[in-house]
């Protein structure tokens, strides 16, 4: 005879689980925003950092805007000290709004557009809240203002990236203010501050160890390059004259179409970086 009640008690919930908070180290947990798209995969993570067994906790990324439900499961985590932003896209500081109404805890970003009640967010700076140790290092490219959080608790560490590195697929660069020399840069510092922490990204699953994930998007970068200078070759342009959209045609041929539009962002800041190099 099967235990049913002890069946569902061990069934833990595995990404992606809406609407649960679902443990994913000891001292970090996950809210997973059913926002799903092409650019949000599954949804925007907001994640609930707190050692075992303390009162406060840190929330990271509130979401999206017009999300109520996730927003009020946010504020329901008790002790809620602080809300530290990872970049300025509206799927994660869009909810900065509403969850201030019902949460009084400072909010913190690179940006001082979305900061409210504490400075803005420094390089290197370290954060004690809710028992664990963050360190804040600037991670810029995807967008200028992204960051990523080095998180350190009894002897463990965990490093959220934001989206500049994704639990599944690759990242957009953002050619507003986003630029490729910087992304590969910040790559770089990932592999050699955060080779061995869990990955805690903003967007899809959640990976054992940064490292092999951060080698594989610089790899993969590096590829893209090389794919658009023989593109460039093959349509007899230069990077400063190329139109995005035509590289796209060539370069992401066997990608879905519906797709291009991001494709085409992230072709911008290759073929600028190409006309710098």
């Known amino acids: 005879m099967t235990d049913n009640g002890s069946d569902a008690a061990e069934a833990a919930p595995v990404h992606p689980a809406y609407g649960v908070v679902r443990e994913v180290t000891s001292f970090a947990s996950v809210l ?34 017009n999300k109520k439900g996730h927003v009020k499961r946010i504020a329901e985590q008790p002790g809620i000290a602080l809300v530290l932003i990872s970049h300025r896209h509206f799927d994660h500081t869009g909810a ?22 504490a400075p803005t967010l420094t390089d290197r700076e370290v954060i004690e809240a809710a028992g664990v140790r963050i360190t804040v290092l600037d991670t810029p ?17 965990a490093l959220l990236t934001g989206d500049t590195i994704l639990g599944s697929g690759t990242t957009v660069i ?9 992304y590969l840069n910040s790559l770089n510092r990932i592999i050699v501050e955060g080779e061995d922490a869990a990955l805690l990204p903003a967007h899809g699953p959640d990976h054992p160890r940064v490292g092999p994930v951060a080698r594989y ?10 794919q658009i200078v023989a593109a460039l070759d093959e349509l007899g342009v230069s990077a400063k004259d190329a139109k995005p959209m035509k590289v796209v045609r060539k370069v992401y ?6 797709l291009w539009p991001a494709a085409r962002m992230s072709v911008k800041a290759q073929l600028d970086y190409l006309r710098d190099r």
């Not at 109404?101 to 009640?117: E, Y």
């Not at 203002?145 to 350190?152: A, G, P, R, T």
């Not at 041929?253 to 519906?258: E, G, L, P, R």
């Open 217 to 226: 998007y610089k790899a993969h970068r590096e590829e893209r390059i090389d």
């Open 96 to 117: 900065i709004k509403r969850l201030r109404k019902r949460v009084d805890a400072p909010v913190r970003a690179r940006s001082s557009k979305f900061t409210h009640g």
């Open 174 to 182: 953002d050619p507003s203010d986003g630029t490729l020399r910087d």
């Open 32 to 65: 997973l925003c059913n926002n799903p798209g092409s650019m949000e995969l599954d949804g925007t993570n907001t994640w609930i950092l707190r050692a075992p067994g303390h009162a406060e906790c840190v929330v990271v990324d509130p979401g999206p805007p």
């Open 141 to 157: 490219g995807h967008t200028a203002d992204s960051v990523s959080f080095l998180v350190e608790c009894d002897g463990q560490r």
């Open 253 to 258: 041929a066997d990608v879905d179409k519906k």
